[in-house]
């Protein structure tokens, strides 16, 4: 990690707050959640699902790694092919996928994963209008995930998820694509559930192989599980029994082998993992400008704001640091709230902070690599930089955001 020092020298060259991110966590994230696949099953393929955290740098480490990309639009399709990827490696899911974007997909040869009726439509017209090309195609199938007393575990707890086609309408999708002289190469189960449980990656692989030998177990090449894995967690954070790479990889891949369809064809196992290889790769630092007392209360300003840390606003803990400005002040009360550089009430870094946080002490907030810094757009303040070691230095992945930047779209 940083030391306060360390800090200073980058706060001057890009600014505070700013992120950190950590390649070689990132590069063993990656080979632990294949190696421990790989080594019970032969074929295993990661791909990397770039809306989760598309800093280029990752995404260009991903290709290094041997992973595929895993993109849901225009924008990733394109960053996938800026970073090296030909289409035939890219993995093209989504629920809104525009026509020149499919077209340009099928043409290619990217593996589409068609979400809805509405999408099997345009691949239809497309193939009438280019009979020689050759889409490779996938279906998403939206498997439910109640459990034996009936409660859900889709995300939020919603009663269902909304992505795919019903296992009872696969057959049907299926059919009229074969009867076109388009086979199904992939079946595809991703789930965002709340609880990230073995049990509903059995059900997904059981769901898909089932589907595979009822409807296209002469076409179907790979069974894709999805993303929405349990990553590495920080000691104390997130649920002390959360299943491991292992044991993700034990029970997935005894339900492939004990399915009769899988034993005889070994089909590809690909995995769209986000959170499981991010999360824990990114920390955001941000200087403390001010201490003030209120009603009893001490409050801490922070340069830095919760946008950048949790824009989803979830309530669970963040593993923090202090880096100390002066390590002999003596501890004064909690700090009750580190608030953040907006003009939002809801605006905090923390809560209920010990010891003795002064003015300019940093704070280190780990595991933000998750769905931050791509779901934070610019508000009120310039979006931080990103940078990683390199050497005896630091090398910035992303600069600061300047005026130019932010308002290059607007019309004055
Ligand atoms: C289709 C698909 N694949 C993979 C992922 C990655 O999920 P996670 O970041 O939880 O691993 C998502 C996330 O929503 C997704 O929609």
Redesign the pocket.
Known sequence: MLTRSECLQIEREQGSPFYLFDSETFAANFRDFRDAFARRYPHVML?Y?Y??NYTPYVCQLVGRLGGMP?V?SRLEYDLAERVGHPANEIIF??PLKRRDDLERAFRDGATV?LDAPYEVETLLAFVREHPHTKPRIGL?VNIDLSDDTGASHTQMGYRMGR?GFLPDAIGESVAVLREAGIPVRVL?G?C?SST?QTWIYQRITKTLCDLAAEHGADTIEDINV????FGKLPRGFGPADAPTFDDYAEAIVATLREHPWAKGREPRLIF????????NTFSYFTRIVDVKSMRGNRIALADGNVFHTKPSMHAKPQPYAVLRANPHTPAAECVTQVTGSTCMEKDYLLQDVPGSLERDDFVRIDNVG??TISMSPTFIHPAPAIVMREGSGFRALRRLQTFDHAFAQFAF
């Open positions: 791909g699902s809306k989760t895993e849901v899911n989504g994963h998403r992505f595809h991703h965002s990230r999805g993303g929405g894995f769209e993992p986000g959170v499981a290889l991010v999360a998750a769905y």
